[in-house]
T-cell receptor, first 109, second 114 residues
Framework: QQPVQSPQAVILREGEDAVINCSSS?????VHWYRQKHGEAPVFLMI?????EQKGHEKISASFNEKKQQSSLYLTASQLSYSGTYFC??????????FGPGTRLSVLP | DGGITQSPKYLFRKEGQNVTLSCEQN?????MYWYRQDPGQGLRLIYY???????QKGDIAEGYSVSREKKESFPLTVTSAQKNPTAFYLC?????????????FGPGTRLTVT
């Protein structure tokens, strides 16, 4: 079952913050986050394995609420290079890994 | 430099022909994956392999076949049974080491079947 991502698209000015959400109707044990720029392959950002786990590097971080079956990706003080489509991928018990539909992020100068 | 190589970048075929997409990695990763991406959509898992000589079907395996005879290589054959083969095909590999997880994608192959 494909996870739901929200919002579908977001436009920011450089320096603004954004939150992208990923939720599933199934129990999850891992959530992955990726960024894909137009015409390129996705780049793996991070994996969250435990309920309540938070991870991050530089100004991109994520949390995983296992009870609510959802994860959020936080982008703070966005830069032009953050533009792209962000995908979450989820893995549940007895299920194959499945990607969400993506959230298109545009950062304007 | 370590990485994943996919070739060719663009591939054109006539309907009814089988075509094999190559994927090679020199990262010493155990697991390898094939995904398909259609325009404006997320990635869908075709096949994956956790170890040599073993692989599992993903959600959309029908019309595709794979082999994993070497750790470094995971070729994908798109057969004539695949109804809509035109897509962007991405190969990936991953490894778990201790508490860490690492995954990389190849640059992809854009297949057009007419």
């Amino acid at each position: 079952q494909q996870p739901v991502q929200s919002p579908q698209a977001v436009i920011l000015r450089e320096g603004e913050d954004a939150v992208i959400n990923c939720s599933s109707s199934k129990a999850l044990y891992s959530v992955h986050w990726y960024r894909q720029k137009h015409g390129e392959a996705p780049v793996f950002l991070m994996i969250l394995l435990k309920g309540g786990e938070q991870k991050g590097h530089e100004k991109i971080s994520a949390s995983f609420n296992e009870k609510k079956q959802q994860s959020s990706l936080y982008l703070t003080a966005s830069q032009l290079s953050y533009s792209g489509t962000y995908f979450c991928g989820t893995e549940g018990y007895g299920q194959n890994f499945v990607f969400g539909p993506g959230t298109r992020l545009s950062v304007l100068p | 430099d370590g990485g994943i190589t996919q070739s060719p970048k663009y591939l054109f075929r006539k309907e009814g022909q089988n075509v094999t997409l190559s994927c090679e990695q020199n990262l010493n990763h155990d697991a390898m994956y094939w995904y398909r991406q259609d325009p404006g959509q997320g990635l869908r898992l075709i096949y994956y392999s956790q170890i040599v000589n073993d692989f599992q079907k993903g959600d959309i395996a029908e019309g595709y076949s794979v082999s994993r005879e070497k750790k470094e290589s995971f070729p994908l054959t798109v057969t004539s049974a695949q109804k809509n083969p035109t897509a962007f095909y991405l190969c990936a590999s991953s490894i778990v080491y201790g508490p860490e997880y690492e995954q990389y994608f190849g640059p992809g192959t854009r297949l057009t079947v007419t």
